[in-house]
C-alpha cells in the first residue's frame, strides 16, 4: 500500500548541518522577521499548487454524531449509510452533536496552547529519541535531520493503554493540564469508539467487528497538538506535507483557522473549521481492514502569515501487537486483491518511518 503522496513538495538542496535548532514558535516571534530562513523554504511554492473551496454539489461530508448513537433505527440506518458514503468517497467528513461540550474543547486547547508557551528549555525535556517514547516534544518532523524544516512544532502523548502528558510546571496553578487532558481524551476514546461501530456497520461488517479485530480495549490512542505560528512567507513554507495517518481513524479538534486540506477528486479542497466540530478521516489500518473500500485520505496543513492555528489530533490505532487483515467478507478473491501487509501495528509504525526517511522524502509523510 502506497502512503507516500505523489504530490508532495520537493525539497532544496540539504541545508548545513550546522543549523541551530529552534522552534517555529520562537523563530515566529523573533523581532523583524520579514522572510523565511532558507531551510523553510521549499522549492516547489504551495502556492502553485492552489487548493479550492468544496463546491457546493460536492461539498465535504457532515455526520450528526447524534443520529449515528440514536435509539431509532431508521435514523441510525440513515446515519450509518451517510457515513459508508463519506469514508468512501472523501475519506475526511466533519463530526457534529458529538456530545463532547465546547468548554472542554475550549479548556483543552487552552491546555495545549499553554505548553507551548513555556520557555524552550522546559519543552525540550519532552523531546523524544525514539518513535514509541510516550511523550515527544519537537519541531518540523524530525529536526535533527531534515533537510528541510516544516514551519510548525508538536507535541505528541500517548493516552492510551496508559495515559501519558508532561507534568504541569511549578507555579503554574491555573491551568490544570493533566485534569483537562486525561478527561478530553477519556471522552474521545468513548467518541472513537462509537463511530468505530458506525464505521464497522457501515462496511457491512456486525457492529462489534472493528472492535474486537482490531483489540480496541488495549488500542494504542495518541493525542497531538500542532502549533503553526505566523509566517511571513506562507507560500514557501510547509506546515505539513501531504500525508496519509497510519491508524484506523484520526479525530481532529482545531482553532477557527484553516489551514487543512485534503485530497479529493485529483484537487486539493480546503477543510474549513465549522465551530465546534471535529474533523475526522479514515487511516491506513482501516484501508487495510476495509480491503481499500475506504481509503486512507491523504491531507496536509498549510500556513499563514496572520494568526497562529493549532490543531490536535486524537489518533486511534490498533493494540501495537494486532496484525491488521482485510475482514473476510469484503474480499471476493475474484475481484478484491486482499491487502495484506503480515506486520503488527508497531511494525507498521517502525516500517513507515525508516521507509520515509530512507528514501529522504518528506519525511513528515510518516504519521504516528
Ligand atoms: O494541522 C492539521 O490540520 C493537520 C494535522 C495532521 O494532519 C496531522 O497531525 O497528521
Request: aromatic content about 6%; proline content about 7%; charged content about 20%.
Given at each position: 500500500m502506497d502512503t507516500v503522496s505523489p504530490v508532495a513538495p520537493s525539497h532544496q538542496e540539504a541545508s548545513s548541518p550546522h543549523i541551530k535548532i529552534t522552534s517555529a514558535k520562537t523563530l515566529a516571534e523573533s523581532t523583524n522577521l520579514a522572510s523565511i530562513p532558507s531551510h523553510y523554504a521549499f522549492t516547489t511554492p504551495t502556492s502553485g499548487?492552489?487548493?479550492?473551496?468544496p463546491d457546493h454539489d460536492d461539498s465535504i461530508p457532515v455526520i450528526d454524531f447524534s443520529l449515528l448513537s440514536s435509539s431509532n433505527p431508521d435514523q441510525r440506518c440513515k446515519a450509518v449509510s451517510d457515513l459508508a458514503k463519506?469514508?468512501?468517497?472523501?475519506?475526511?467528513?466533519m463530526l457534529i452533536n458529538h456530545g463532547v461540550p465546547e468548554s472542554q474543547m475550549k479548556a483543552t486547547v487552552d491546555a495545549l496552547m499553554g505548553f507551548f508557551d513555556l520557555t524552550e528549555e522546559e519543552k525540550n525535556e519532552f523531546q523524544g529519541k525514539n518513535l514509541l517514547d510516550p511523550i515527544i516534544y519537537g519541531t518540523s518532523f524530525r529536526a535533527s535531520v531534515d533537510k528541510v524544516f516544516?514551519?510548525?512544532?508538536?507535541?505528541?502523548?500517548?493516552?492510551?493503554?496508559?495515559?501519558?502528558?508532561?507534568?504541569?510546571?511549578?507555579?503554574?496553578?491555573?491551568?490544570c493540564c493533566t485534569e483537562v487532558l486525561a478527561e478530553y481524551t477519556g471522552k474521545l476514546r468513548k467518541l472513537a469508539r462509537e463511530l468505530l461501530k458506525g464505521v464497522s456497520e457501515s462496511l457491512g461488517l456486525g457492529p462489534g467487528y472493528i472492535d474486537e479485530a482490531m483489540n480496541i480495549d488495549s488500542s494504542l490512542q495518541i493525542l497531538a497538538a500542532n502549533l503553526y505560528p505566523p509566517c511571513p512567507q506562507p507560500e514557501l513554507a510547509v506546515g505539513l506535507p501531504s500525508h496519509s495517518d497510519i491508524g484506523l481513524l484520526t479525530i481532529l479538534m482545531q482553532n477557527d483557522i484553516s489551514g487543512l486540506q485534503v485530497h479529493h477528486g485529483g484537487k486539493w479542497v480546503k477543510v474549513d473549521p465549522i465551530p465546534n466540530a471535529f474533523v475526522v478521516n479514515t487511516a491506513d489500518q482501516l484501508e487495510i481492514m476495509s480491503n481499500e473500500k475506504y481509503k486512507s485520505a491523504l491531507h496536509r496543513a498549510v500556513v499563514n502569515n496572520k494568526t497562529t492555528r493549532i490543531s490536535i489530533p486524537f489518533s486511534t490505532g490498533?493494540?501495537?501487537?494486532?496484525?491488521?487483515?482485510?475482514?473476510?467478507?469484503?474480499?471476493?478473491?475474484?475481484?478484491?486483491?486482499?491487502?495484506?501487509?503480515?506486520?503488527?501495528?508497531?511494525?507498521?509504525?517502525?516500517?513507515?518511518?525508516?521507509?520515509?526517511?530512507?528514501?529522504?522524502?518528506?519525511?513528515?509523510?510518516?504519521?504516528?
Amino acid at each position: 500500500m502506497d502512503t507516500v503522496s505523489p504530490v508532495a513538495p520537493s525539497h532544496q538542496e540539504a541545508s548545513s548541518p550546522h543549523i541551530k535548532i529552534t522552534s517555529a514558535k520562537t523563530l515566529a516571534e523573533s523581532t523583524n522577521l520579514a522572510s523565511i530562513p532558507s531551510h523553510y523554504a521549499f522549492t516547489t511554492p504551495t502556492s502553485g499548487d492552489q487548493a479550492v473551496h468544496p463546491d457546493h454539489d460536492d461539498s465535504i461530508p457532515v455526520i450528526d454524531f447524534s443520529l449515528l448513537s440514536s435509539s431509532n433505527p431508521d435514523q441510525r440506518c440513515k446515519a450509518v449509510s451517510d457515513l459508508a458514503k463519506a469514508c468512501e468517497d472523501w475519506g475526511i467528513f466533519m463530526l457534529i452533536n458529538h456530545g463532547v461540550p465546547e468548554s472542554q474543547m475550549k479548556a483543552t486547547v487552552d491546555a495545549l496552547m499553554g505548553f507551548f508557551d513555556l520557555t524552550e528549555e522546559e519543552k525540550n525535556e519532552f523531546q523524544g529519541k525514539n518513535l514509541l517514547d510516550p511523550i515527544i516534544y519537537g519541531t518540523s518532523f524530525r529536526a535533527s535531520v531534515d533537510k528541510v524544516f516544516l514551519w510548525r512544532d508538536f507535541l505528541k502523548m500517548m493516552v492510551y493503554p496508559k495515559f501519558h502528558c508532561p507534568p504541569e510546571p511549578e507555579g503554574m496553578s491555573t491551568v490544570c493540564c493533566t485534569e483537562v487532558l486525561a478527561e478530553y481524551t477519556g471522552k474521545l476514546r468513548k467518541l472513537a469508539r462509537e463511530l468505530l461501530k458506525g464505521v464497522s456497520e457501515s462496511l457491512g461488517l456486525g457492529p462489534g467487528y472493528i472492535d474486537e479485530a482490531m483489540n480496541i480495549d488495549s488500542s494504542l490512542q495518541i493525542l497531538a497538538a500542532n502549533l503553526y505560528p505566523p509566517c511571513p512567507q506562507p507560500e514557501l513554507a510547509v506546515g505539513l506535507p501531504s500525508h496519509s495517518d497510519i491508524g484506523l481513524l484520526t479525530i481532529l479538534m482545531q482553532n477557527d483557522i484553516s489551514g487543512l486540506q485534503v485530497h479529493h477528486g485529483g484537487k486539493w479542497v480546503k477543510v474549513d473549521p465549522i465551530p465546534n466540530a471535529f474533523v475526522v478521516n479514515t487511516a491506513d489500518q482501516l484501508e487495510i481492514m476495509s480491503n481499500e473500500k475506504y481509503k486512507s485520505a491523504l491531507h496536509r496543513a498549510v500556513v499563514n502569515n496572520k494568526t497562529t492555528r493549532i490543531s490536535i489530533p486524537f489518533s486511534t490505532g490498533p493494540s501495537l501487537d494486532t496484525v491488521v487483515v482485510p475482514a473476510e467478507q469484503l474480499v471476493d478473491g475474484k475481484h478484491n486483491q486482499a491487502t495484506d501487509i503480515s506486520m503488527n501495528y508497531k511494525e507498521y509504525m517502525e516500517f513507515k518511518q525508516s521507509t520515509v526517511l530512507h528514501k529522504g522524502l518528506c519525511p513528515n509523510q510518516v504519521k504516528i
